[in-house]
């Protein structure tokens, strides 16, 4: 009697697990004693920030009271950075606690309700994020890819600013994705739903299934994502991408890029380094400066790339 009704009481804790839509942590290691865990898409929830040394419950109410229900550790001292440790849920609120060992201000974990598990660690800062797709000038290429500018006061947030535009002769050519370098792997950053509205799209994940954001029109947006705090914002700021209008061309320091006939030029108010590249991706030249000048041999199809401290660009040119 007693196994069976331990079988019945896992499975009306694994059907409230699946309807549960917040979930908090409380304890010696929670700043401020209790805070809201984030809710994600595909049954996650996720934290982001500080933790103290000590340790915390994660609960289905903010006070423990009532029907609460406490995602604890399998096992015992399962410390908050791991790989993947499973949790089972319980009614009892003297169930283990997850650890954590010492005080730092980039505690990240996600509690995964389809796997089980909670997975956690110290974030490091990313330096780069890069944007690529059929729905900006580059298309589908690796090395050419349009770079994020990173915030001066908070290292995790990036954007970029620029046009995107239903591409031509060129696959998904309404579709694009994030990349944590000027190539495919590792560091990848996806939407949850394939074709999901990038005007409406708010979070964003870390690798998994190859899904994408789709444009609402042509025109310049701005972007901008936090890789610590999985957050994603678009904005429209118009149409002004139709006269020509590049990304280099709105950028607040002001790089411009001139072509007289196999001399490209590039001139900007601060210190830039400057790459030309052959539409495969081939870096021909490098130069640095605030006003650099390169000659190509050949007419032909280029991809110009420039970044200084403030500004960042990519730019497909004609040579003939």
């Not at 949850?192 to 444009?215: C, F, N, P």
Request: charged share 25%.
């Amino acid at each position: 009697m007693k196994k069976i009704f331990a079988i019945i009481t896992a499975i009306l804790l694994a059907v409230n697990s699946n309807a549960q839509t917040e979930l908090w942590i409380s304890g010696t290691a929670v700043p401020g004693g209790t805070q809201k865990l984030e809710t994600f898409p595909e049954g996650q929830y996720k934290y982001a920030g500080t933790l103290l040394q000590g340790e915390f419950k994660i609960m289905t109410t903010p006070d423990g009271s009532g029907n609460t229900s406490y995602y604890a550790p399998r096992y015992p001292d399962s410390y908050v950075v791991n790989k993947g440790l499973a949790y089972t849920m319980t009614r009892s609120a003297s169930a283990g606690s997850w650890v954590v060992p010492f005080t730092e201000d980039r505690y990240k974990f996600v509690l995964d309700t389809k796997k089980q598990t909670l997975k956690g660690e110290i974030f490091v800062p990313w330096r780069e994020v890069y944007l690529a797709g059929g729905a900006c000038e580059i298309g589908w290429h690796a090395f050419v890819m349009l770079p994020f500018t990173q915030d001066e006061n908070d290292p995790n947030v990036f954007t970029w600013t620029g046009e995107l535009r239903e591409g031509t002769n060129v696959e998904e050519p309404r579709r694009f994705k994030l990349q944590g370098q000027n190539t495919w792997d590792p560091k990848r950053l996806h939407p949850y739903t394939q074709d999901e509205a990038v005007l409406e799209s708010t979070q964003m994940r870390h690798g998994g299934d190859d899904t994408k954001w789709e444009i609402a029109g042509n025109g310049i947006y701005r972007i901008t994502v936090n890789v610590f705090k999985d957050t994603f914002k678009a904005e429209f700021l118009g149409n002004g991408a139709k006269d020509g209008t590049t990304d280099a061309d709105i950028l607040p320091t002001g790089p411009k890029i001139e072509v007289n006939g196999h001399t490209i030029r590039v001139k900007c108010p601060e210190k830039i380094n400057v790459d030309i590249y052959t539409v495969d991706s081939i870096r021909l030249a490098h130069k640095s400066g605030t006003d650099v000048t390169i000659t190509l041999p050949k007419d032909g199809f280029y991809v110009v790339k420039g970044k200084s401290k403030h500004a960042a660009f990519t730019k497909k040119v004609a040579i003939n």
